[in-house]
């Protein structure tokens, strides 16, 4: 126990050295983008978190399926954290979307497809954690959740996509796209390594609540 | 597009820094205490179950079925 | 084969009793044809505007009498433990799935038919030789809004607080289809034939038909 208490402690004091070392570089190192100066620096918070939505739910989907065909508790468990800090990571997108929103459009929300649909999408993963809150018991539990989340999924994709189906003031995917990347390979660079280092919290943060639902799932079953 | 004073575009730059790594941070140091907190349930529970002393079954954050 | 004809005798069952007791649907329709009344007096008396947007107020309108109906009918099969005694009776319980959505469906279209009666009469629409087109489009979009409201509703209908859960599951579930649902039927009235989003909304029903089929059985069951 104790060890695996340390070894959280180090770990996470590693990943927030990660996350503050890409902050500070974003903030800092990497040169102004040409077009639109120092307000594009928000691109290596907002789209890292963006991203880790996208993964979080992936892994919500990928653990339903798992959690219907294998019925092991574990991936019920690494469901519902996987969607608690995806909900999160959304929230961080959007909040900071809008604020890169405001600085740039000139408005702090658009009705555009982009940012409707990832309210849209916010709204299904909310409710999954709504229903996972409101059925207390364990295995019931996981089974209506790991439904649901297989079907919430399909917002992620609709998502991913809205700005090439409708037109609209978000800008087009421009490093998950067929071809080249289109943005300069240092800024490219910072913001991969924005990404690996917000996947990495992602990750411990997935660890850590994990490990407090498997302990109260615990707590309720000896009770 | 529009292009505001370099000091508006640094005060947007750190609003939207101060939410997405504050909201991360504030998430985590909150998890850390949950997880603290139910550990030493689990423990409490645990003494509980194996021995005949008084330890108080824990009360825990998830309603029980 | 089995599942085929214990599904359809299921759907049977709901029509009849939908045709004696008149209540869910006539439901259904009153507050579509409040919603049409509502957002034509909120818009004011400009018909050019309606005419824009009666696709999304259909869509809408439709989103919402889904909830309604899908839980009056879930509710039927609750009481008296009906659920429960069908569940074991039949050889395979996803019959109950295949059932709701086939009499859903008919539901649904016959709703979606009428109020595309009701807003070209009130909003002088006049989509012409389309107007037959508007006719598989209701289909299509009616299957997938009915597989996914089966199943949702399947998910929360044994929990006290349904009320709550079921609008706040279904509503972000039903945005893709009521997206390429609007798109194609803004598509058939601009003159047209919205054969792409029509086939996105075929995909999207597929989509849902499969999950709602391969997860029902594991994931629904008598709470």
Known sequence: MMVRQTIASRSGRLVAAGVALVVASGLVLVPADASQGDVQRLMYVHVPAAWVGYLAFFVVFACSAGYLWRRDPRLDRLAAASAEVGVMFTGLAIASGSIWGKATWGQWWDWDPRLTTTAVMLLAYIAYLLLRQTVSEQRRRGRVAAAFGLIAFLNVPLVHFSVLWWRGLHQAPTVLRPGDPTIDHVLLAQLLASVAAFSLAYAWLVWQRTRLEGLLDTAVTRD | ?65 | MALLGDAVALARKDVVAEIRARDALPAAATLGATGLVLVALAVGPDVGRMRLLAPALVGVVLAFATVTLADRLDSIDRADDALVALWFALDDPRAIFAGRVISLSASLTTLELGLWLAAATLLDLRPGAGALLLVPLAVASSVSRAAVAALVTSLVGGSPHRALLAPALLLPMLVPTLLAGVQAASAVLAGGQGVQWTAVLVAESLLFLGVGLITYGEAAGPA
Request: glycine share 6%.
């Open chain 2, 1 to 65: 597009m529009i292009r505001q004073s370099p000091v508006t575009d640094a005060a947007f730059v750190f609003a939207g820094y101060l939410v997405v790594v504050g909201g991360v941070a504030l998430y985590a140091v909150t998890l850390r205490r949950r997880v603290a907190k139910a550990a030493a349930r689990a423990r409490a529970i645990r003494a509980y179950a194996a021995g005949p002393d008084d330890a108080e079954p824990a009360v825990t954050e998830r309603r029980a079925p």
